[in-house]
């Protein structure tokens, strides 16, 4: 069966360093993959997409990798700061379209100061 | 602030009742989703429409209907409610059909 799954329900780390995310997908084949932030009790914001074609994306302190031979993405925020303590959720559309998103569970994120 | 404008923030209701969950689009978006998001399942995708006709369609319940109206903003109606259907309910519309999803700030649902 189909399933997305992101590393870790929490992760904590020291302002300043590199937060490196995961998120691994089976039985998929998607076009696109994309990553989201949430506070609590608000929606989704999108972040960044990265094609099935790219291997790497950035903007500005944030840099995704998609490697389609390991099924595997990963969400870097360098230099983190406590603001950026979030949920990130990972998410791609198994009919190869940025459309019918299935979402992983998420990465609760702390970036303690 | 996405744009996306979702009513009512919280409801509270009954078992065995009926809802609608409101959704603006942003301005120019022709696209509208709907998601659920609850704690034992996570955030799923429910259904999309595209400048009022239904695009592509998630684990909906068959309880659960929606509608895409002419001036663009989408109602998802919810009847005879259960405990689980206790959740957070998010619009995001976009641009196009494939375009970047820019989501509401929700709607909560408890189901007493």
């Known amino acids: 069966s189909q399933k997305i799954e992101q590393n870790s329900e929490a992760l904590n780390i020291q302002e300043g360093k590199t937060a490196t995310l995961t998120c691994n997908y089976t039985?998929?084949?998607?076009?696109?993959l994309q990553w989201y932030r949430q506070d609590p009790g608000r929606g989704p914001v999108f972040l960044l997409l990265?094609?099935?074609?790219?291997k790497e994306k950035r903007k500005e302190r944030l840099k995704v990798t998609f490697d389609t031979t390991l099924k595997q993405s990963l969400f870097h925020i360098t230099a983190s700061q406590p603001a950026d303590s979030a949920t990130y959720l990972c998410?791609?559309?198994?009919?190869?379209?940025?459309?019918?998103?299935?979402f992983g569970s998420g990465t609760q994120l702390t970036v303690l100061p | 602030d996405s744009g996306v404008t979702q009513t009512p923030k919280h409801l509270i209701t009954a078992t065995g009742q009926r809802v609608t969950l409101r959704c603006s689009p942003r301005?120019?978006?022709?696209?509208v989703y709907w998601y659920q998001q609850s704690l034992d399942q996570g955030l799923q995708f429910l259904i999309q429409?595209?400048?009022?006709?239904?695009?592509a369609k998630g684990n909906i319940l068959e309880r659960f209907s929606a509608q895409q109206f002419p001036d663009l903003h989408s109602e998802l109606n919810l009847s005879s409610l259960e405990l689980g259907d206790s959740a957070l309910y998010f619009c995001?519309?976009?641009?196009?059909?494939?375009?970047?999803?820019?989501f509401g700030p929700g709607t909560r649902l408890t189901v007493l």
């Open positions: 995001a519309s976009s641009r196009g059909v494939d375009d970047t999803q820019y």
């Open positions: 039985n998929y084949s998607p076009a696109y």
């Open positions: 990265i094609r099935e074609n790219e």
């Open positions: 998410a791609l559309d198994p009919s190869g379209s940025a459309r019918q998103l299935t």
């Open positions: 301005s120019g978006d022709l696209s």
């Open positions: 429409y595209y400048n009022g006709e239904e695009r």
